[in-house]
């Protein structure tokens, strides 16, 4: 019997993986000690927090999906114009994610949290990514970190 939530889709189900858990409690833990010692983020309770947690994810992952296809895209690229059309993608994908991140804390969280801006949120992105990669390499080493 397998104890891995799962929710009924159609005919098949979805299952929960555990490393998209461990990565919000990762995010939660990173975006908390963030908003102790950077006097420009502010979270002002645990629920904003966790809500944030899972907010970050949800966009972090669409935007390594993107990133990845894109990638993929410029590996593929047979011509010069497509080379150049992806590479001008990479470039408006990663810091148009951090804007992204930035509307959505206003909309969904409005004054009840700050994350200070678009460098704070850069090096936010950038500890999660790596706090990520780090975690998943201890906790599974045999799985891919995107």
Same mark, same amino acid.
């Given at each position: 019997?397998?104890s891995t939530p799962a929710v009924r889709e159609g005919n098949r189900d979805m299952r929960i993986d555990p490393l998209?858990?461990?990565?919000?409690?990762?995010?939660?833990?990173?975006?908390?000690?963030?908003?102790?010692?950077?006097?420009?983020?502010?979270?002002?309770?645990?629920?904003?927090?966790?809500?944030? &947690?899972?907010? /970050?994810?949800?966009?972090?992952? #669409?935007? @390594?999906? =993107?990133?990845?296809?894109?990638? +993929? $895209?410029?590996?593929?690229?047979?011509?010069?114009?497509?080379?150049?059309?992806?590479?001008?993608?990479?470039?408006?994908?990663?810091?148009?994610?951090?804007?992204?991140?930035?509307?959505?804390?206003?909309?969904?969280?409005?004054? &009840?949290?700050? /994350?200070?801006?678009?460098?704070? #949120?850069? @090096?936010? =992105?950038?500890?999660?990514?790596? +706090? $990520?990669?780090?975690?998943?390499?201890?906790?599974?080493?045999?799985?891919?970190?995107?």
């Amino acid at each position: 019997m397998n104890s891995t939530p799962a929710v009924r889709e159609g005919n098949r189900d979805m299952r929960i993986d555990p490393l998209h858990l461990v990565d919000v409690f990762v995010y939660l833990v990173i975006l908390n000690l963030t908003a102790q010692f950077v006097p420009s983020v502010i979270s002002e309770s645990f629920a904003v927090s966790l809500a944030t &947690a899972i907010m /970050l994810k949800l966009v972090l992952e #669409v935007v @390594l999906r =993107v990133k990845k296809a894109v990638v +993929a $895209r410029l590996r593929a690229a047979s011509t010069t114009a497509r080379r150049l059309t992806s590479v001008v993608m990479l470039v408006l994908i990663l810091p148009g994610s951090k804007f992204v991140v930035l509307w959505l804390e206003d909309v969904l969280f409005g004054d &009840a949290l700050s /994350l200070g801006g678009f460098w704070p #949120v850069t @090096l936010l =992105v950038l500890t999660l990514t790596a +706090a $990520r990669a780090g975690v998943r390499r201890a906790v599974a080493p045999g799985r891919s970190t995107t």
